[in-house]
């Protein structure tokens, strides 16, 4: 009787749902996996964690919600995505749980796509309608001149691009708790900003050269002969350039900007995944999976994106952990250089370089803590990275 | 066979797969007619061209390096050879589906056979995708799956290969195709299976007035259900005919000893017969009769070693490429035959014809 009962929970047990289970197994990778997610909710977070503006202030008797008014676009779009991603996570829950499993592909197509709708059309409305707002106020002055009452700061109350050249250079310290910089911008607040560019760059990147890999390596590994031969000498000599070189070459000819550098890291770091798709659809296509779908009708787009890919995507999603990491470390490295993005943009790169630099001082906070930050994150990636080949395809798994 | 009755008719159908070793002529000059609702088995040994044949039919032979480079296949008047790519994806799955041989790798290992059977369903029919949901559920009845409220929503890892060969035949008639090529079926599956997954195509073809083309090696499988036979040789059909009268006189040596070969009730303690030597690398095909280095008669004819006979009526509905089939030769060409070697080696053949 148990053992039936077993077997029905074993029914319409998913591709996802086995590899979760396999990855659970692991307890290092579940700790850099909340640390991830740690790290998402802090990036979520950030003008509520660290602003100078006070969550509310009584000013004249009227109370006032600075910290709010002052919100940005992006902020909206991120809360929007944050939020939507959420929604995401409980439907699927929920599905898993009550509706009959016969139409839960479906349902989750129409979900994702009904999202993906909603975030664009949301983020064009938000850029349309909220209007770019600057609130250059110092509460804390009024405060402090007793032009105000009732103020709640945030925990770091200092905003990422507030300047004070009376704390310059400080150690960590009452008020600082992991110091300041040459301008005396707090360290800590720069840093949860800074987990927001780390981020996006990471995502953003690895979304671009993942796309541009996937639809070239399928095109490649599908068609083979004649398009395959091009097409692999042409990776091969995107391949030959030193990407790190090249993309401080295409910097210097483009403005310093965050987009830029994503685009750039994106295009110039798709080869290996083209690649390895290229390998899996050339193995793919001569299955017979394959020849009964091709028998029955259906379109080209449906072959390879619907029945194709998903067969041969793992190493491609294992390839994208690691590439968030390693998108991270060039953007990093590209900041410390000085070429990353503007400076009152927080990036950790960027607060590494002011570490050895300014007035002969070595300003060890400054190197310490955005360096851990760096190399936590890169290594947190790495390790969802390795448990997830290791859950996708346990033969992989190197002996213990 | 009337016009009318016809529902496949392939005529003169040559493929070729250019490789680096040479072009390998995979099927030559092959043609037949499949009528409506009946069942027609192409049989022959493991590459003779048997699966390009099918392959052909659906225009899915890997190109390059296969091509099609002659002969026409009508199919309820239009010659599939002659669509665009588009207007064959419409008859792909929907007039003509397709079924193979390993039925452990057919199945997409990441959709629930449920999901394969509605896109199927969703590609050729209008239906909505709760409606295909039900639809799918029903043929997995059809196709005897018991309790297919649950099985539906399986994943293929979960079946066995029996199951799964119901699947796919569940999902290639989903759309209720006139003609269904049935690509070895049977083989990969356990002997007490393969009737099984056979009566259910049958019952399938009477419920559906359907057409099979069934491609197999096994005479065994051939015998009870097929309508009419072809067996192929080293990519060209040797000989074809009703199913009965090819089991009673087969006229090919190929076929006659393809007959014997088969195992059979009371052979006890003997040697099961063979044909000796093996099939011809498509490379190096031989001059002549393909058959003749196996040929009980025609070894050291001087004729079969030299030229190819091809396929022509020997009786009503009977075709044979055999010179030493009866009914085959011309006048004139035994005429020929004995100015050119001498004594010509008749009554031998007729005689083991005849027997």
Same mark, same amino acid.
């Given at each position: 009787?148990?053992?039936?009962?077993?077997?029905?929970?074993?029914?319409?047990?998913?591709?996802?749902?086995?590899?979760?289970?396999?990855?659970?197994?692991?307890?290092?990778?579940?700790?850099?996996?909340?640390?991830?997610?740690?790290?998402?909710?802090?990036?979520?977070?950030?003008?509520?964690?660290?602003?100078?503006?006070?969550?509310?202030?009584?000013?004249?008797?009227?109370?006032?919600?600075?910290?709010?008014?002052? =919100?940005?676009?992006? %902020? *909206?779009?991120?809360? !929007? +995505? /944050?939020?939507? @991603?959420?929604?995401? #996570?409980?439907?699927?829950?929920?599905?898993?749980?009550?509706?009959?499993?016969?139409?839960?592909?479906?349902?989750?197509?129409?979900?994702?796509?009904?999202?993906?709708?909603?975030?664009?059309?949301?983020?064009?409305?938000?850029?349309?309608?909220?209007?770019?707002? =600057?609130?250059?106020? %110092? *509460?804390?002055?009024? !405060? +402090? /001149?007793?032009? @105000?009452?009732?103020? #709640?700061?945030?925990?770091?109350?200092?905003?990422?691009?507030?300047t004070n050249l009376k704390v310059r250079e400080q150690p960590?310290?009452?008020?600082h708790?992991?110091g300041t910089d040459d301008v005396g911008s707090?360290v800590?607040?720069?840093?949860?900003?800074?987990?927001?560019?780390?981020?996006?760059?990471?995502?953003?990147?690895?979304?671009?050269?993942?796309?541009?890999?996937?639809?070239?390596?399928?095109?490649?590994?599908?068609?083979?002969?004649?398009?395959?031969?091009?097409?692999?000498?042409?990776?091969?000599?995107?391949?030959?350039?030193?990407?790190?070189?090249?993309?401080?070459?295409?910097?210097?000819?483009?403005?310093?900007?965050?987009?830029?550098?994503?685009?750039?890291?994106?295009?110039?770091?798709?080869?290996?995944?083209?690649?390895?798709?290229?390998?899996?659809?050339?193995?793919?296509?001569?299955?017979?999976?394959?020849?009964?779908?091709?028998?029955?009708?259906?379109?080209?787009?449906?072959?390879?994106?619907?029945?194709?890919?998903?067969?041969?995507?793992?190493?491609?999603?294992?390839?994208?952990?690691?590439?968030?990491?390693?998108?991270?470390?060039?953007?990093?490295?590209?900041?410390f250089?000085g070429?990353?993005?503007?400076p009152?943009?927080?990036?950790?790169?960027q607060m590494l370089s002011l570490g050895v630099s300014t007035s002969g001082r070595f300003l060890w906070w400054l190197t310490?803590?955005?360096?851990?930050?760096?190399?936590?994150?890169?290594?947190?990636?790495?390790?969802?990275?390795?448990?997830?080949?290791?859950?996708?395809?346990?033969?992989?798994?190197?002996?213990? | 066979?009337?016009?009318?009755?016809?529902?496949?008719?392939?005529?003169?159908?040559?493929?070729?797969?250019?490789?680096?070793?040479?072009?390998?002529?995979?099927?030559?000059?092959?043609?037949?007619?499949?009528?409506?609702?009946?069942?027609?088995?192409?049989?022959?040994?493991?590459?003779?061209?048997?699966?390009?044949?099918?392959?052909?039919?659906?225009?899915?032979?890997?190109?390059?390096?296969?091509?099609?480079?002659?002969?026409?296949?009508?199919?309820?008047?239009?010659?599939?050879?002659?669509?665009?790519?588009?207007?064959?994806?419409?008859?792909?799955?929907?007039?003509?589906?397709?079924?193979?041989?390993?039925?452990?790798?057919?199945?997409?290992?990441?959709?629930?056979?449920?999901?394969?059977?509605?896109?199927?369903?969703?590609?050729?029919?209008?239906?909505?995708?709760?409606?295909?949901?039900?639809?799918?559920?029903?043929?997995?009845?059809?196709?005897?799956?018991?309790?297919?409220?649950?099985?539906?929503?399986?994943?293929?890892?979960?079946?066995?290969?029996?199951?799964?060969?119901?699947?796919?035949?569940?999902?290639?008639?989903?759309?209720?195709?006139?003609?269904?090529?049935?690509?070895?079926?049977?083989?990969?599956?356990?002997?007490?299976?393969?009737?099984?997954?056979?009566?259910?195509?049958?019952?399938?073809?009477?419920?559906?007035?359907?057409?099979?083309?069934?491609?197999?090696?096994?005479?065994?499988?051939?015998?009870?259900?097929?309508?009419?036979?072809?067996?192929?040789?080293?990519?060209?059909?040797?000989?074809?005919?009703?199913?009965?009268?090819?089991?009673?006189?087969?006229?090919?040596?190929?076929?006659?000893?393809?007959?014997?070969?088969?195992?059979?009730?009371?052979?006890?303690?003997?040697?099961?017969?063979?044909?000796?030597?093996?099939?011809?690398?498509?490379?190096?095909?031989?001059?002549?009769?393909?058959?003749?280095?196996?040929?009980?008669?025609?070894?050291?004819?001087?004729?079969?070693?030299?030229?190819?006979?091809?396929?022509?009526?020997?009786?009503?509905?009977?075709?044979?490429?055999?010179?030493?089939?009866?009914?085959?030769?011309?006048?004139?060409?035994?005429?020929?035959?004995?100015?050119?070697?001498?004594?010509?080696?008749?009554?031998?053949?007729?005689?083991?014809?005849?027997?």
């Open positions: 009787m148990r053992k039936k009962q077993q077997q029905h929970k074993d029914w319409g047990v998913s591709y996802g749902e086995l590899i979760w289970r396999e990855f659970r197994k692991n307890k290092l990778s579940i700790i850099s996996l909340a640390f991830v997610i740690f790290l998402f909710i802090v990036a979520v977070l950030a003008p509520f964690l660290a602003n100078s503006k006070p969550y509310f202030i009584r000013i004249d008797g009227r109370l006032h919600f600075p910290l709010f008014a002052d =919100l940005k676009r992006n %902020d *909206y779009c991120i809360f !929007l +995505a /944050a939020a939507l @991603a959420i929604v995401q #996570l409980l439907l699927i829950r929920r599905n898993r749980r009550s509706i009959d499993p016969s139409i839960r592909g479906a349902l989750l197509w129409r979900q994702l796509s009904v999202s993906t709708v909603i975030l664009i059309t949301g983020c064009i409305l938000i850029y349309i309608f909220v209007p770019r707002r =600057l609130d250059a106020t %110092d *509460y804390k002055a009024k !405060l +402090a /001149a007793g032009r @105000a009452a009732n103020a #709640l700061f945030p925990p770091i109350p200092y905003g990422f691009g507030q960590p310290g009452p008020g708790p992991l707090d800590l607040c720069r840093l949860i900003h800074g987990s927001r560019i780390s981020l996006s760059v990471g995502f953003v990147a690895v979304g671009i050269s993942t796309l541009i890999g996937v639809f070239f390596g399928a095109m490649l590994g599908y068609f083979g002969g004649k398009v395959d031969f091009i097409g692999m000498r042409f990776v091969e000599i995107m391949m030959a350039v030193p990407a790190f070189f090249l993309i401080i070459t295409i910097v210097a000819f483009f403005p310093r900007s965050l987009f830029n550098i994503m685009i750039i890291i994106g295009i110039t770091s798709w080869t290996r995944d083209a690649r390895f798709i290229r390998a899996e659809f050339f193995k793919l296509r001569k299955q017979d999976f394959v020849q009964a779908a091709l028998s029955l009708g259906l379109p080209l787009r449906s072959i390879l994106f619907r029945h194709m890919l998903p067969n041969g995507i793992a190493p491609v999603l294992v390839n994208a952990t690691f590439g968030i990491a390693g998108a991270i470390f060039i953007e990093a490295a590209l900041s250089l070429f990353g993005v503007a009152p943009t927080p990036s950790w790169g310490l803590f955005p360096g851990l930050a760096i190399f936590l994150t890169v290594m947190a990636y790495n390790l969802v990275g390795e448990a997830l080949r290791d859950a996708i395809d346990p033969r992989l798994r190197k002996a213990p | 066979m009337s016009r009318d009755n016809l529902l496949l008719s392939v005529n003169d159908l040559s493929v070729t797969f250019l490789t680096e070793d040479g072009a390998v002529k995979a099927v030559q000059n092959v043609g037949f007619d499949v009528g409506k609702g009946k069942t027609f088995a192409l049989v022959g040994e493991s590459g003779c061209g048997k699966s390009v044949t099918a392959l052909s039919i659906m225009r899915l032979i890997p190109s390059p390096p296969g091509k099609i480079v002659g002969g026409t296949i009508n199919f309820r008047g239009h010659n599939l050879l002659k669509l665009a790519e588009k207007q064959m994806q419409r008859i792909r799955g929907n007039r003509i589906a397709m079924i193979f041989q390993e039925p452990m790798t057919s199945l997409n290992p990441v959709y629930t056979v449920g999901d394969q059977i509605v896109e199927a369903i969703r590609l050729h029919r209008k239906r909505t995708t709760e409606q295909a949901w039900a639809d799918a559920v029903e043929m997995l009845r059809k196709v005897g799956i018991s309790d297919p409220q649950h099985r539906v929503v399986e994943y293929p890892h979960q079946m066995s290969g029996g199951m799964r060969q119901r699947v796919m035949i569940a999902m290639a008639v989903s759309c209720a195709p006139s003609l269904l090529i049935a690509d070895e079926p049977t083989t990969a599956l356990d002997v007490t299976i393969q009737a099984q997954i056979l009566d259910l195509l049958d019952d399938l073809q009477q419920q559906n007035a359907m057409s099979i083309l069934l491609i197999t090696h096994s005479l065994g499988v051939v015998a009870e259900r097929a309508d009419t036979v072809a067996v192929m040789y080293a990519s060209r059909i040797v000989e074809t005919a009703d199913a009965e009268p090819i089991f009673k006189q087969p006229l090919h040596p190929y076929t006659q000893g393809l007959l014997k070969s088969v195992p059979q009730l009371g052979y006890r303690g003997k040697h099961l017969p063979t044909i000796a030597g093996t099939v011809p690398e498509p490379l190096h095909f031989p001059p002549g009769c393909k058959f003749h280095p196996r040929c009980p008669i025609g070894a050291d004819d001087p004729r079969c070693r030299t030229a190819e006979p091809l396929l022509r009526q020997v009786l009503p509905g009977r075709l044979v490429a055999c010179w030493y089939a009866p009914g085959y030769e011309t006048e004139q060409e035994r005429k020929e035959y004995e100015a050119r070697y001498g004594k010509h080696p008749n009554p031998r053949p007729s005689s083991t014809a005849q027997s």
